[in-house]
């Protein structure tokens, strides 16, 4: 069974780094791509980038080209989203999903809050 | 880029309405298209993948069609529990992914 399992929410402030994980189970992690997903509070689903853990092929959406770093580490089965300095437009739910096949499979998000 | 436009934005029904929800892609994705039920505060739950199976579990009232650059999402007799907003999705033009806008579907 293909599972997701996302860390848990963080709050940070403003200008602080952070780290969020995506832990993957149940398929082969290194052949197939696995992206990240911003959903702002009350709007909808935005694809922030992808990642084939295979060979690191990284690809991001222009929106958040600069603004996030995608990685993933094959020996942990893990991907991971980054920022280096946190805004308070950064606050939301992150998701990451994979799509081994025909289905696309999703974690259950990380909420991500950074008071002002 | 590819663009993917989800009709309407917000559709008012009530309990057991037929009710139908349209994406549009701006090119081809073949059938390479999923629907999303998501309730606030969950994480997108997959009804429909390549276009018209249903994926396990999800009532049968659900059903997709569609495949190039027209699709849509019908509820055949629609539910308490299918009031949620609903997002279409491509995933053919790898490694990139679109999602539509998003219909909220409200009590009449």
């Known amino acids: 069974e293909v599972q997701l399992v996302q860390s848990g929410a963080e709050v940070r402030k403003t200008g602080e780094s952070l780290k969020i994980s995506c832990k993957a189970s149940?398929?082969?992690?290194?052949?197939?791509?696995i992206a990240w997903v911003r959903q702002m509070p009350g709007k909808g689903l935005e694809w922030m980038g992808i990642?084939?853990?295979?060979?690191?092929?990284?690809r991001y959406s222009p929106s958040f080209q600069g603004q996030v770093t995608i990685s993933a580490d094959k020996s942990t089965r893990t991907a991971y989203l980054q920022w280096t300095s946190l805004k308070a437009s950064d606050i939301a739910m992150y998701y990451c999903?994979?799509?081994?096949?025909?289905?696309?499979?999703w974690g259950l998000g990380t909420q991500v809050t950074v008071p002002s | 880029d590819i663009q993917m436009t989800q009709s309407p934005s917000t559709l008012s029904a009530s309990v057991g309405d037929r009710v139908t929800i349209t994406c549009r892609a701006s090119?081809?994705?073949?059938?390479?298209l999923a629907w999303y039920q998501q309730k606030p505060g969950k994480a997108p739950k997959l009804l429909i993948y390549?276009?018209?199976s249903l994926e396990g579990g999800v009532p049968s009232r659900f059903s997709g069609s569609g495949s190039g650059t027209e699709f849509t999402l019908s509820i055949s007799s629609l539910q308490p529990d299918d009031f949620a907003t609903y997002y279409c999705?491509?995933?053919?033009?790898?490694?990139?992914?679109?999602f539509g806008q998003g219909t909220k579907v409200e009590i009449k």
């Open positions: 999903a994979t799509s081994t096949g025909d289905r696309v499979y």
């Open positions: 149940g398929y082969s992690f290194t052949s197939y791509w």
């Open positions: 990642i084939y853990p295979g060979d690191s092929d990284t």
């Open positions: 090119q081809s994705i073949s059938n390479w």
């Open positions: 390549k276009a018209s």
């Open positions: 999705q491509q995933y053919y033009f790898y490694p990139s992914w679109t």
